[in-house]
């Protein structure tokens, strides 16, 4: 609490000491956002990340110094339904009334717990349309070439799909080992089984890992998944009690493609 007054604070005495300059920026909350931005949007506008590499999209805390530098920017593409997001969204639209929040997540099946909705090409494909729309609505004179760069872009994500589809046609309801449950929209779409070692975002209990081992040798599973921003420990554990690999994915990666094959490829050879 203390630390939100202090931001606060902080934000209203830059607010009122200066005008924002306002730029052709624009602020997304994650590296596959800074992807599907900068392909629909083109050289017309520079898209700044706001979250650092290696913190977890579901527990990271925006320093004053984040949110300051969000007052260059004209528009603000959320993933929609991230904790911080959803704290600091009032916050943010009462400081910086000038800047445009936008939540990309509109029409994505909010139904599954977990903000990875990047990691369904079909969820990709409907923010990259919400993205064109934000920025033909931001500069209408740029529509033209905002909704082509979308055609192509679109056009690569089901070329995506369909090379991961192919890559994963063996593994048709097969389950895999995750140590934090990031990939639920991608087991959905390609009819896998995900099973997270975390509990609800924390260290698993010796029981939980003990029901987590006996299902990983029931499942044959091979490999233990891991990503950054989340505790190792419980995952090597699992690992050495199955005698499995731990393979690192990263599903905050800026190059959105390269990543789904790379999950593809990691899950086909489990």
């Not at 830059?14 to 602020?27: L, T």
């Not at 029931?218 to 393979?247: D, K, P, W, Y």
């Amino acid at each position: 609490m203390r630390k939100i007054v202090y931001i606060l604070q902080l934000l209203l005495l830059v607010a009122c000491s200066h005008k924002p300059s306002v730029e052709n920026v624009i602020a997304v909350t994650a590296e596959p956002y800074r992807f599907v931005t900068e392909a629909v949007a083109g050289d017309a506008w520079r898209v700044k990340t706001i979250l650092p590499k290696g913190a977890s999209p579901e527990t990271y805390d925006p320093s004053p110094a984040d949110m300051v530098a969000l007052s260059s920017c004209k528009a603000y593409f959320m993933v929609g339904g991230l904790g911080f997001e959803s704290v600091w969204k009032e916050k943010l639209a009462d400081i910086y009334p000038r800047m445009w929040l936008v939540d990309t997540s509109c029409g994505v099946d909010s139904s599954i717990d977990d903000p990875h909705l990047w990691t369904s090409p079909h969820n990709m494909a409907l923010i990259a349309n919400n993205v064109c729309e934000a920025l033909c609505r931001l500069d209408s004179a740029g529509s033209d070439g905002y909704r082509e760069r979308l055609r192509l872009f679109v056009q690569r994500v089901e070329q995506t799909d369909s090379a991961v589809a192919r890559k994963l046609a063996p593994c048709n309801g097969k389950s895999f080992l995750i140590i934090h449950p990031a990939l639920t929209y991608f087991a959905d779409r390609y009819s896998l089984n995900q099973i997270a070692i975390e509990q609800e975002g924390k260290e698993p209990s010796a029981a939980h890992i003990r029901s987590i081992v006996d299902s990983a040798r029931l499942c044959g599973a091979r490999t233990v998944i891991m990503q950054g921003g989340v505790s190792v420990r419980s995952a090597f554990a699992v690992a050495g009690e199955i005698g499995a690999n731990v393979v690192f994915i990263d599903p905050l990666a800026y190059d959105w493609h390269s990543q789904m094959l790379h999950i593809a490829t990691v899950l086909s050879n489990d």
